[in-house]
C-alpha cells in the first residue's frame, strides 16, 4: 500500500484539492501530454491552475470557483480540438450550472 501512495503522490498533485483527473482518456490518445502539448499546463483561471505536475488535473490554489473550473475544462476543450482535433470528454460529473443557488 505505501508503494502505491508514494507511486500516486509523484505522479498526481495530491498537494492540492482537486476533483481529480478530469477527462477520459480518448482511444488512441494521452489526455496530460495533450494538455502539456498545447501549452495549458500551468494555466490559470481564477482559483484553478491546470497542474505542473500533471496536465490532466485541475487543482484549486485556494479559491477557485465553479465557474473558474468550467471555464478551465472548456478552454481545454477547445484548444485540444483546434490542436488536434480530439473531443475531451468530461470524467467528472457536473452537478448544476455556475450561478444557480444551492
Known amino acids: 500500500m505505501d508503494e502505491l501512495n508514494a507511486r500516486r503522490a509523484a505522479k498526481q498533485p495530491l498537494e492540492y484539492p482537486s476533483c481529480g483527473s478530469v477527462f477520459k482518456r480518448p482511444k488512441g490518445h494521452f489526455v496530460g501530454p495533450m494538455i ?3 501549452g495549458l499546463q500551468g494555466h490559470i483561471i481564477g482559483g484553478a491552475q491546470v497542474s505542473k505536475k500533471h496536465a ?3 487543482i484549486n490554489l485556494g479559491d477557485a470557483t ?3 473550473y468550467l471555464d478551465m475544462i472548456h478552454l481545454i476543450q477547445k484548444t485540444v480540438k ?3 482535433d480530439v473531443d475531451l470528454e468530461t470524467e467528472v460529473r457536473i452537478i448544476g450550472e455556475p450561478g444557480q443557488p444551492k
Do not use: N, R, S, V
Request: charged residues 25%; proline residues 0%.
Open 36 to 38: 502539456q502539448k498545447a
Open 66 to 68: 465553479a465557474t473558474d
Open 82 to 84: 483546434a490542436k488536434f
Open 56 to 58: 490532466g488535473f485541475i
